[in-house]
């Protein structure tokens, strides 16, 4: 079994931050409730907004990983996979999150300016165009809804970057613990924190290979985890109405024709 390179390691680790960060904002998301005060405006501008950023920022990160490229080339997957119905230009659906998410950065824009109601759920509208920088080319977006925008992102970025670590047989890869120890031991040397005593006390203590073991297996737990679907769109029947519970979150209304299913259990 292969060894994991320091540079794969924490690239690993820093998608499992991008990813889990990804599932917050979207999870808090579905926490807002007409009436809106002007606080839950700000703050559903907030975590719509950090969805985008987040999710962009694991795509960005596989990307520039200069050693998964050429064979795990994340762009061109998806720009073959973001196809959807009425939506057949899987580029220009990808130039449009990525857009989206850079206007949100770097222009300010606001994506919660517009919503309509699912009885008291806020049915944020997508923007329905977004340029580039010099507002040379415009992206239309690919749902009226910007929670079915988000749907239809979970069905294919997080599978798609799960299958890229797969490929480059990173899930695989068992950690080099002699150099996870090393690194524990110039972490303490180095350390602006810890005070000399602690220090000392530090460095007393035999390091156990189970422990960088452990810590490496739940953060590729909690990254399997964070690429699996967190939410999807389809209709409801009423033999599954029947059947519904606490475990999953659903709107009593469609008054606009809005399908969306949130199924709680990948938040947690």
Do not use: C, W
């Given at each position: 079994m292969a060894t994991l390179s320091i540079e794969h390691r924490d690239l690993l680790h820093s998608l499992a931050w991008y990813m889990t960060a990804?599932?917050?904002?979207?999870r808090s998301t579905m926490s807002f409730r007409m009436q809106l005060s002007v606080n839950d405006q700000t703050d559903m501008r907030i975590h719509y907004s950090g969805y985008f950023q987040n999710l962009v920022a694991a795509i960005d990160l596989v990307r520039d990983t200069k050693s998964l490229q050429p064979n795990n080339d994340i762009e061109a997957?998806?720009?073959?996979r973001l196809v959807f119905s009425g939506f057949s230009d899987g580029e220009a659906n990808y130039?449009?999150?990525r857009e989206l998410r850079n206007s949100v950065i770097h222009r300010g824009l606001d994506i919660?300016?517009?919503?309509?109601?699912?009885?008291?759920?806020?049915?944020?509208l997508a923007a329905p165009k977004v340029?580039?920088?010099?507002g040379t080319k415009t992206y239309a977006s690919f749902d009226k809804y910007l929670l079915h925008v988000i749907a239809k992102c979970e069905a294919v970025i997080g599978p798609t970057i799960r299958e890229c670590l797969d490929d480059a047989g990173l899930f695989q890869?068992?950690?080099?613990?002699?150099?996870?120890e090393i690194e524990y031991r110039e972490a303490v040397e180095q350390s602006h924190v810890m005070s000399d005593h602690?220090?000392?006390?530090?460095?007393?203590?035999?390091f156990e290979p189970e422990w960088a073991v452990a810590a490496h297996e739940a953060t590729m737990v909690n990254l399997r985890r964070c690429c699996s679907l967190a939410i999807r769109t389809g209709?409801?029947?009423?033999?599954?109405d029947k059947k519904a519970n606490n475990a999953e979150l659903r709107p009593r209304r469609r008054p606009w024709g809005a399908t969306w299913v949130v199924a709680e259990r990948w938040y947690r």
């Open positions: 990804r599932q917050t904002a979207l997957r998806l720009k073959s130039l449009y999150i919660t300016s517009a919503a309509q109601f699912d009885g008291t759920f806020p049915m944020v340029q580039n920088p010099s890869a068992t950690i080099d613990t002699t150099a996870a602690h220090k000392a006390l530090a460095r007393s203590i035999e209709r409801r029947s009423h033999h599954h």
